[in-house]
């Protein structure tokens, strides 16, 4: 497992220093503000998320959600921080677009993530800050 775990860190550390001059700011389109999210108050459903999250999105985001992962040093734009009231404003269907589509490099969970775990994602990820 420590293996794999190495082999994830090289891979987003290159494709940060690959994507050194993206943009920091990153907004879904107005679109993405009315899908709502299916598993809203789903307790179960943020369980889920976390423990998706741990696999998936802490080596860049942190395991608090800082956006202090250990690939975050070399990473531009810096992982979001989903501590931040910023981060809160977005609606849920947002977020959800973003984890959908990402954005160098930031990962497309479109094919190797189901609807609902992406949907997962986001209710643990709004649960972070309360």
Not at 29 to 41: M, Q, R, T, Y
Not at 71 to 87: E, G, H, Q, R, Y
Request: with cysteine.
């Amino acid at each position: 497992m420590k293996t794999k775990k190495k082999i994830i860190v090289v891979l987003v550390l290159f494709v940060g220093f690959v994507n050194a001059k993206a943009q920091s700011t990153w907004v879904a389109p107005k679109n993405a503000d009315v899908i709502s999210n299916p598993l809203k108050n789903d307790q179960t459903a943020i369980k889920k998320g976390k423990t998706l999250y741990m696999q998936l999105c802490a080596v860049c985001h942190g395991d608090k959600g800082k956006g202090d992962g250990v690939a975050s040093v070399a990473l531009n734009p810096k992982p979001a921080n989903f501590m931040i009231d910023k981060f809160h404003k977005q609606t849920d269907g947002a977020v959800f677009w973003k984890l959908t589509e990402g954005k160098p490099p930031m990962a497309s969970y479109k094919e190797s993530l189901t609807e609902t775990q992406r949907w997962q994602l986001v209710i643990y990820l709004k649960s972070l800050k309360k």
